[in-house]
């Protein structure tokens, strides 16, 4: 702060705001690592693009970073670069990319996206694209801190009694920082210090050129480590502030599959917090998965061991689970009841629909107040493409039908338990099938449809 600065709102103070307003922001994504630890196989999608929560890894770190509002975003892509390229060209088209071959660490990666900003005199943020539960109140924070400190660089740390492979701060006896030991490189000493590197950190640009020069690759990985740069920066005897942030084990990279889980754990919480903060009765949040961009109205019901994908959306007075599934697109409309066991994809539910136990809803429009019974399936999907299935308004669907699509039920119409309604042949409104194949029961005139059905089905139980 300027000398003598009273305070933000005296006339220095307010100098120095403006100040840390208009200094630009330039943002270096490190995405190009392998993802070693999470043992490969065949379906797995590059690390930066696994997904989380509906989206992937890297979507998470866009979505932080977003409200910061830099002038520029670089993001380094190594390991399947092409494929990580792609998705970035889709979802994040302000973010330049810059390739990594071969990739040679972290300090590396930093170096020759800063090479792809020649002029950029700002603050420059620092994040490792592997840090889904970022925060932009986190970033913020780090931000501010570096700006009221003039320091040429900061950095977010956290305190923890076992940091494993995380790098350790080593600090100065009056407790300045001075630099970072990684984990596989640390003396026993080293090793002892439970204060660890979050891995995001603010640059004065020029400090950051000057660090990234020359760095070794004389550790233990042979790597160039951005961690070294901000040692060497705190070496020329410019300021380096380390940041303690009360929940950094928040924080942390995903490295294998653990990390994930845990990453998973702490975004699934808050995203459940939100909706009941909005007045979604989520009965128990520890068992319930709502992925990302689900909208659910106030009032709404959740229950136990459900998982909400990406994209649905239940209205006002629905009610779903225990142990239901709603995949990506799910539309429910109000009062809806989505019971036990039942999967509902690419389907869309008008008001008062219900479908209790048991059932498969896979490409389905079903209108309001329409009855799916226990056991309904609609096969979706002969092997080589998916159909849809139109259910009216007020059907009822008996237990155990099979509507094979693509199809149409009438509104009003019925099935009998255990029908099997072929593609195309559908039910005309109002009618009332039964059988394998069904086939529409003959109006009768001196009793109800029941009596009719056990006529029409002899061998069919009680
Ligand atoms: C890094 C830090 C460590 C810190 C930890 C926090 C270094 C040397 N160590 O270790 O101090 O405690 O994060 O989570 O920085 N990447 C590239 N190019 C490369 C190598 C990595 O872009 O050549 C990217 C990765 O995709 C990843 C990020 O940089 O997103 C971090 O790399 P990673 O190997 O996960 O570093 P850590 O061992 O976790
Ligand atoms: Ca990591």
Redesign the pocket.
């Known amino acids: 702060m300027a000398p003598g600065a009273g305070g933000p709102s005296s006339g220095a103070g307010g100098a120095v705001l403006r100040d840390m307003v208009s200094r630009e922001l330039a943002v270096l994504v490190?995405?190009?690592?392998k993802g070693t630890r999470l043992g490969g196989g065949d379906d797995l999608p590059p690390?930066a693009l696994l997904d989380c929560l509906g989206v992937p890894l890297l979507e998470h770190v866009r979505r932080a970073l977003e409200p910061l509002g830099a002038a520029h975003t670089v993001v380094?892509t190594?390991h399947r670069a092409e494929e990580v390229e792609r998705w970035l060209a889709r979802a994040w088209p302000e973010a330049r990319t810059v390739r990594?071959v071969p990739?040679?660490?972290?300090g590396?990666?930093a170096r020759l996206a800063l090479e792809a900003l020649p002029t950029f005199e700002g603050d420059v943020l620092v994040v490792?694209?592997?840090v889904p539960q970022l925060r932009t109140d986190d970033l913020r924070a780090l931000l501010d801190a570096h700006r009221a400190s003039e320091a040429a660089a900061s950095l977010l740390t956290g305190v923890t009694p076992e940091p494993g492979?995380?790098?350790r701060i080593v600090r100065t006896p009056q407790g300045a920082f001075e630099r970072?030991a990684?984990a596989r490189d640390a003396t026993p000493a080293e090793l002892s210090i439970q204060e660890?590197?979050?891995?995001l950190y603010v640059f004065g640009a020029a400090h950051l050129r000057h660090g990234l020069q020359g760095l070794g690759s004389g550790n233990v990985l042979g790597?160039e480590?951005?961690?070294d740069a901000v040692g060497a920066i705190a070496a020329t005897g410019a300021r380096v502030e380390a940041v303690i942030a009360p929940e950094a084990g928040a924080l942390?990279?995903v490295?294998d599959w653990a990390d994930l889980a845990s990453a998973v754990a702490i975004l699934r919480a808050r995203i459940c917090t939100e909706h009941m903060r909005r007045g979604v009765r989520v009965t128990d949040p520890a068992t319930t998965v709502i992925e990302v961009d689900v909208e659910i109205a106030p009032g709404a019901r959740i229950l136990p061991f459900t998982h909400i994908g990406t994209g649905c959306r239940i209205a006002v007075g629905a009610r779903v689970g225990p142990f239901a599934r709603l995949r990506g697109g799910t539309v429910l409309g109000p009062g809806v009841e989505i019971g036990n066991f039942v999967e509902v994809k690419g389907s869309t539910l008008g008001a008062g629909a219900k479908a209790k136990h048991l059932a498969y809803l896979g490409d389905a429009d079903v209108g309001p107040r329409a009855n799916i019974g226990c056991g309904v399936v609609t096969a979706n999907y002969d092997g080589h493409e998916k159909h849809r299935t139109t259910i009216g308004a007020d059907a009822s669907i008996g237990s155990g039908t099979i509507l094979v699509a693509p199809v149409d039920v009438g509104a009003g119409a019925r099935t009998g338990a255990n029908a099997v309604v072929l593609p195309k042949k559908g039910v005309p409104p109002g009618t009332t099938v039964v059988g394998v194949p069904a086939r529409a029961l003959p109006p009768k005139a001196d009793s109800g449809q029941d009596a009719a059905v056990t006529k029409e089905q002899p061998g069919e139980s009680t």
């Open positions: 490190l995405a190009a690592g690390k380094v190594g990594q990739q040679n660490g972290t590396h990666a490792y694209g592997d492979l995380l790098g970072i990684e660890f590197n979050t891995g790597e480590y951005l961690t942390l990279g490295n």
